[in-house]
């Protein structure tokens, strides 16, 4: 058997007070890539003082939207190129951490702004970094696991449906890791809720579609009872500090799973209903999550029946395990105030079916460059967990628009 990686920032500081460590980071040039939302909560002012503490010159890039462009990490790129940082630090959540990285690749290669975003995409993953600046990822919110992975999600919107891509490195990793329950503190509860359940599907799809690990597994599981018990609560009561922490960990745990893992169906097609109708990414997977599982049951039926026993769900088969496991999914989107379909969430039916064809068909399309999969027989793709067909990727998505999911073999 090969042997294989796990990758981790250098260092991790976490639980209460983390952000200390920020002034004791050898560094002379600090850019601060966040959100609108965070400085106004006074978080970005927070950590510019916890930098300026330690004698580092500050300056701050805010204007990360949600499903950050292509265009606002050039953006931040070109305030990079101007203030010269030594290292960038990304505060919030998956947007601005993500946004940084983008600026960090550009800033240590300027030669590839001025390549297509597909050109990017396919070159970022090949280059050197740390030649200029290291990196900080503070996280804000207790979901993306960003701040510990090896990967960034951009969007091209010049095409539609937007493409909402990510690339990876393990260059990407950063080299600090802040995750301070603190600034998660001020999250409204829809937030909570939305970042909570991407975390948790870090956690099962990550556990799911990756081949049993030693060194995976156990952070997958993990997080996965953590946040089952402890989101509700955060939800619940953003003051609860115990809750805060609890999650906030849970988060970064399965941010380090699925980066030395892989993730899979449910964030693909979350991506594209999220960047097309422009819902929140967490909520995005908790609506494509049972609905994935169920088509990957026939493939994958083993891990589910793991995932479903690790997490204490109990069955008279295997088929009923999994009943259960998916039931329990949806049981915590009630909890936490997430509707079981997109149709309940506030999405008109006629912008729904607008687009319904074109992300079908652009999710099927990603299949196309692996090699030899035209010639399987729809039975043996759908034994991979590929869809055979945009018609079939459409019924998946239909599913989640009624909140049902397709029968389990």
């Not at 953006?75 to 983008?102: N, Y």
């Not at 922490?245 to 893992?261: R, T």
């Not at 991506?271 to 599982?293: D, K, W």
Request: net charge negative.
């Amino acid at each position: 058997m090969p042997y294989r990686r796990f990758v981790v920032p250098r260092t991790i500081a976490y639980g209460p007070g983390a952000l200390e460590h920020l002034s004791s980071v050898p560094a002379q040039r600090a850019m601060i890539v966040t959100d609108p939302g965070v400085r106004d909560l006074g978080l970005a002012e927070k950590v510019e003082k916890t930098l300026q503490a330690g004698n580092i010159a500050t300056t701050i890039f805010d204007n990360v939207e949600p499903d950050p462009s292509k265009e606002t990490a050039w953006a931040a790129f070109a305030l990079a190129q101007d203030f010269k940082p030594d290292i960038i630090v990304g505060l919030g959540g998956g947007s601005p951490i993500d946004t940084g990285k983008s600026a960090w690749v550009l800033y240590e290669n300027p030669d590839l702004a001025e390549k297509s975003f597909l050109e990017f995409l396919m070159e970022a993953r090949r280059r050197e970094l740390r030649k200029k600046a290291r990196y900080v990822a503070i996280s804000t919110t207790s979901g993306t696991g960003s701040e510990v992975t090896s990967a960034a999600v951009i969007t091209d919107r010049s095409v539609d449906p937007p493409n909402k891509a990510g690339f990876g490195s393990l260059q990407l990793v950063p080299d600090i890791a802040i995750a301070d329950p603190e600034l998660a503190a001020s999250m409204p509860p829809a937030v909570t809720a939305n970042t909570g359940y991407d975390a948790l599907v870090h956690a099962v799809e990550c556990y799911v579609l990756t081949p049993p690990s030693d060194m995976i597994d156990p952070l997958a599981i993990w997080s996965a009872r953590t946040i089952l018990e402890w989101l509700p609560k955060a939800v619940d009561n953003g003051a609860d500090m115990t809750a805060r922490d609890k999650m906030h960990l849970a988060a970064l745990q399965a941010g380090i799973a699925f980066s030395n893992g892989r993730l899979g169906m449910v964030h693909g097609t979350a991506h594209l209903i999220g960047a097309t109708h422009h819902i929140p990414h967490g909520r995005a997977n908790a609506f494509m999550l049972c609905q994935s599982f169920a088509f990957l049951y026939q493939g994958y039926r083993a891990r589910l029946v793991a995932l479903a026993t690790h997490l204490g769900i109990d069955g008279k088969d295997d088929r009923t395990k999994v009943m259960n496991l998916l039931a329990l999914f949806d049981d915590l989107k009630k909890k936490v105030g997430i509707s079981l379909a997109i149709k309940d969430s506030g999405l008109e039916e006629s912008q729904w079916q607008a687009h319904l064809g074109s992300i079908a068909a652009s999710y099927a399309a990603t299949f196309s460059r692996i090699p030899g999969l035209n010639e399987l027989s729809p039975e043996d793709r759908r034994a991979r967990g590929i869809p055979a067909s945009a018609e079939e990727v459409e019924a998946i998505f239909m599913h989640a628009w009624n909140g049902t999911r397709e029968e389990l073999a």
